[in-house]
């Protein structure tokens, strides 16, 4: 069963750091880009950010450049998203998605998400 | 970057109506649109991608339509279980835009 399981939401104060993990199961996770989709509360579906198979391409909605960094280790079956000098807007249900094989496939896997709250 | 817009923002509908939601893009994408449903506290599911071509699982009564910059999304008979937002999303390059959203309730 293919599977992807977020870790490492919680409360930060604004201008703290997150780590968010996910671990892939059930498919190739090194054929694959990946992506990180985040909701805020009430609010509609924001993408944060892609990765290429070998990392050698990634992309960032504007927002979080300069702040947030994917990253990913193949060994691990594992996708990261660093997060940098959080601030209130960041607040959201952080998605794990697995896209495709080629650049020019959607998101079609979706973890279950991990909540990260910014207040102070 | 392109933006992209849904319209409406909402609608209800009866049971076994046709129902139709457009996704615009500011500027073309050519067919690199997807359609996702989200069903109140699930997450995200993919229906729709190069515009047209359904999901494996998704039922027939959802198709889609369009390219460039216009774009549908058509549930020819709508059920109970439709009940959720629909959400269009660009991904010919980044950023990978999301439309705001369209809520679907039964009337």
């Known amino acids: 069963e293919v599977q992807l399981v977020e870790s490492g939401g919680g409360l930060v104060q604004p201008g703290g750091s997150l780590r968010l993990s996910c671990a892939a199961s059930?498919?190739?996770?090194?054929?694959?880009?990946m992506s990180w989709v985040r909701q805020a509360p009430g609010k509609g579906l924001e993408w944060v950010a892609n990765i290429k198979q070998d990392e050698g391409e990634k992309y960032y909605v504007d927002s979080v450049k300069g702040r947030f960094t994917i990253s990913r280790d193949n060994a691990k079956n594992s996708l990261y998203l660093q997060m940098n000098s959080l601030r209130v807007e960041d607040t959201a249900v952080y998605y794990c998605a697995r896209a495709g094989l080629n650049w020019n496939i959607p998101v079609n896997v979706w973890g279950q998400g991990t909540t990260v709250t910014v207040s102070s | 970057d392109i933006q992209m817009t849904q319209s409406p923002s909402s609608l209800s509908a009866s049971v076994g109506d046709r129902v139709t939601i457009t996704c615009r893009a500011s500027?073309?994408?050519?067919?690199?649109l997807a359609w996702y449903q989200q069903k109140p506290g699930k997450v995200p599911n993919l229906l729709i991608y190069g515009a047209s071509t359904l999901q494996s699982g998704v039922p027939p009564r959802f198709s889609g339509s369009g390219s460039g910059t216009d774009f549908t999304l058509t549930i020819s008979s709508l059920q109970p279980e439709d009940v959720a937002t629909y959400y269009c999303q660009k991904y010919n390059s980044a950023p990978w835009t999301f439309g705001q959203g369209t809520k679907v309730e039964i009337k």
């Open positions: 500027q073309g994408v050519t067919n690199y």
């Open positions: 059930g498919f190739t996770f090194r054929s694959y880009w």
